[in-house]
């Protein structure tokens, strides 16, 4: 019988790994002989490989470094091997001539750094590296003729990096740099293949029908943060923190701007629920009880059917051992179907956690908790919260099962809210350099 021909055998064999269930069993087969390996970390099969099987949880960035999953979650070996291969102190990028780099977003295994120094106000230094590889780029800064021809200066500008498309060049990325300004938003995009910036869009506020998110600055006990808090649907990024009453989407196809109404079916009911805005706004005061995260959790928008937006809002109070739930809601978004909110799923979340949350990314819905055996303090305690430690605990909800997984836990020092940058991706065996 005739031997066969070795391209045949490493189809096959290219089939075989593509059925295997999880990264972590592809990762196991690639060490077992090198020509598994060869196979294995082919780009063009690393590609066909991510297409059929989604990125793991492996845990998150902030300004503290890289936070792996831990153990008993299924990631926590992956986890473990990308906190030791990776550099999440970011040495091998150079210094900025000011303060020190933090992370701002997380995609694709991409690292976007901004420097801490400026201002939320002004256009800081940016770069985009790859901690694992430990590969950069400095990013240019905007030039005068598109940031300094107006009149004004933005009271808010947020980068981040837009999502990818399948068939771009998997070293290629864009980086959006949002600009609030006191009558109209601008998105300025920086592409890899130029080296330049440009303006993608420049929407008067008055043509969105809303007024500039920097007037809700001021309300930021309620959850209104300006122009952050952003979640990736389908190439669509939407954010429920400039206002309170409509949702701010931004098509990264087509580069335009939009508002969603918040205000319509089942939503009238639910802001009204404990935690929520209006219930918020209408007790007119923090909650006596001091807890870290207590600042009202903003909505999140996740994956979920084609068609129809995906809503998670956390209902909860703060008080000693109160209930937490998680009310799903959608809006269908097509014109043939109603555009009001309806209301499609209550998940009770456990018991003995003080929760707040955190983004979503990938069908996933991210938490954060307190458990209730900490520290107590009322807004009669003696006790300086910015001095106090905390156990934090932070979750996943898989937004397809229902089913929450706790991620990994962390001491830190009390704060109103944090921003974390979720981390999917797969182990060090299996990624290719993303710079």
Not at 72 to 83: D, E, I, K, N
Not at 270 to 283: H, I, K, N, Y
Not at 293 to 302: A, D, E, F, K
Request: aromatic share 10%; proline share 9%; with cysteine.
């Amino acid at each position: 019988m005739p031997t066969p021909a070795p391209h045949f055998v490493d189809e096959i064999l290219e089939e075989i790994f593509l059925r295997l269930p999880t990264p972590a069993a592809l990762a196991r087969a690639s060490i077992a002989c090198p020509r598994f390996r060869r196979i294995i970390t082919e780009r063009s099969f690393l590609r066909r490989f991510r297409k059929r099987h989604p990125s793991p949880l492996l845990g998150f960035a902030d300004k503290d470094g890289f936070h792996p999953a831990q153990a008993p979650h299924p990631s926590a070996p992956l986890a473990r091997a990308l906190a030791d291969a990776a550099d999440f102190t970011y040495s091998f990028v150079p210094k900025p001539s000011k303060g020190r780099w933090i992370p701002c977003d997380v995609r694709d295994g991409r690292v976007l750094l901004e420097e801490d120094s400026p201002g939320w106000n002004k256009f800081s230094n940016l770069a985009v590296c790859d901690p694992l590889f430990r590969r950069h780029l400095l990013l240019p800064p905007i030039p005068e003729d598109l940031a300094g021809d107006r009149k004004e200066r933005p009271h808010e500008i947020v980068p981040i990096l837009a999502p990818t498309v399948d068939d771009e060049d998997e070293m290629s990325f864009k980086v959006i740099c949002f600009g609030a300004y006191e009558t109209n938003l601008v998105a300025f995009v920086f592409s890899s293949l130029t080296g330049q910036w440009g303006i993608a869009a420049s929407p008067s506020l008055s043509s969105l029908g809303t007024t500039s998110p920097h007037a809700s600055r001021n309300l930021s006990w309620l959850g209104c943060r300006g122009l952050s808090c952003f979640d990736n649907v389908h190439r669509c990024l939407y954010s429920a923190s400039p206002w309170m009453d409509k949702l701010l989407m931004l098509d990264t196809r087509t580069m335009e701007f939009s508002t969603i109404n918040d205000r319509s079916g089942y939503h009238m009911q639910l802001r009204l629920l404990p935690g929520q805005s209006d219930e918020v706004l209408a007790r007119n005061d923090m909650p006596c009880r001091k807890r870290p995260g207590q600042t009202r959790s903003l909505p999140r928008i996740v994956v979920g059917r084609e068609g129809a937006l995906e809503m998670f809002s956390l209902v909860g109070d703060h008080n000693p051992n109160g209930s937490f739930d998680l009310y799903h809601t959608s809006q269908q978004n097509n014109r043939e179907a109603s555009e009001e909110w309806q209301l499609e799923n209550i998940i009770p979340l456990p018991g003995q956690y003080d929760y707040f949350t955190l983004g979503a990314a990938e069908g996933f819905l991210f938490l954060g908790a307190t458990t209730e055996d900490q520290l107590d303090i009322d807004e009669d305690s003696p006790v300086w919260l910015s001095r106090t430690d905390w156990d934090v605990d932070y979750f996943s909800l898989d937004v397809r099962t229902s089913e929450l997984a706790k991620v990994c836990r962390r001491r830190r020092r009390f704060f109103h809210y944090e921003d974390v940058h979720w981390y999917l991706g797969f182990p060090p065996s299996l990624s290719s350099p993303s710079i």
